[in-house]
């Protein structure tokens, strides 16, 4: 076969190979589509594969994100609980993101929480904890994870809540020191896994929780520090509430806020800046006094709008 | 000439006067119209707290910057049930990427659950996916619940 033969073959094989592929070289239609994820169930969960979170995985079907899919959320401690400091909010910084991954039949499969270390602005050696809802009677296995090394098992400590321990002391690490990621420096925190798999057929419905990503004094384990409104876990030193600054009321739910109703801790639902070192949280963001004394009404941005010379960038 | 160049100041006088008085009131008027304070032309601009610790918080108040919102969805029966998805507040449209929480339910059920969203939200999209098709709702928020009925 000449050459003239074989280059011709081969433009037919072409040619016919793209329209196998896009049907308007040759004018045929191509039924049914290639690919339609609408119609399409590939692992025959029957949630098709368009809204299906994992479509090759048939125990997997959706996953509930928090804060969103496109950021990684805050959490910003002051460390000196129940004193107030500085007001920088950069004594400890946590980039989160928390997937809760349920079957295509309503029932938890596992959750992960993934927790970086942004900054760790202070030299108290502080401990890094998550407490879920009591997870005793559903918990199959829990992991965790540190700097992407291998996941090793991790028992919670249970009580009214379930905790689980990141770290006792995050500056024992390497990479973080005291100050770290509160300048101008670049620094990259240590990251924490955390893997609970469920056992088999816990209803959605019937059991769910939020996360609660705390500290605590690693020279004094009870000495714990939540966001405002959380109550604190089983093991913290409840003789320490009503102490120096803060004016906690256990009874009413209304905990980690001082006498002037100021946190230390807040969690912010997207990527934030937080202020440099000895930077007051109102003077890094300018509106967060209006928001703060209108109740909530107004600035309801003001964690977007960072005075830029105040915070890291 | 003399005397009329005295005539002509005296008349200028009294104009410039004139005007030396109407600019007063305006400028008086301006400042008791302006600013956030009714009542008195001597009030004066509070100054910012330049400090946490010097802000005035409402006793009520907890810094809450997230919530959580029970969602509820009551659908008719259908042919093979439905998907239903929860987006971020704000999403114009199904967006696969801003999707919050995802359920199925069975045809004739309904769907019961919650999201975490950012606090102050006065709405929430969700989408329902029945018998091939996308339904696009966008859901009211009260008392930190959305209910869907169809």
Known sequence: MGTRHLFTLFVLLVIGGLAAVDPRLTGQTVSPPLFDAFAY???????????????????RAFDTVEPTRGERGRVAFEADWPLRGDDDFNDAVFAYRFVKTASADGHWVEWEATIDVVATGTTTPLGVAISFPRLASVLGRATVSRD???????????????????TDNMLDTAGAFPGAGTEGESFVGERFVLTVQFQRGIPIAK?????DLFVFYTDEPSREIHRPGVEPTDFADLGLFGTFDDASDLRAGRTYLSDAGLPWAIELPHEWQHPKEGADLAVAYPELVDWIESGGDVNRTWSRAPNVEEVRP | MIARSLRNRGRWTSWAAACLIASAC????NSSSSGSNAGGSNDVEPKSPEKLSEVAVPSSFTFETTETVDIEVV?????????????????????????????????????????RIEAGASSVPVVLFENGAL????????????ELSR
């Open chain 1, 41 to 59: 169930d590939t692992d025959g969960d029957g949630v098709v594969d368009e809204f299906d979170d994992h479509p090759s995985d048939g125990s």
């Open chain 1, 148 to 166: 992407f090394c291998s996941a090793v098992p991790v028992e919670p400590e249970d009580g009214t809540r379930s905790v689980f321990v990141l």
């Open chain 1, 207 to 211: 059991f769910d929780g939020a996360l």
């Open chain 2, 26 to 29: 305006i400028g008086c008027a």
């Open chain 2, 75 to 115: 659908t008719a029966g259908r042919h093979d049930g439905f998907i239903v998805i929860v987006l971020e507040p704000g999403t114009p449209d199904y967006d696969p990427h801003r999707a919050l929480k995802k359920a199925k339910g069975e045809a004739g059920s309904s769907f019961s659950g919650s999201v």
């Open chain 2, 135 to 146: 339904e696009f709702h966008e859901v009211t928020i009260i008392d930190r619940r959305a």
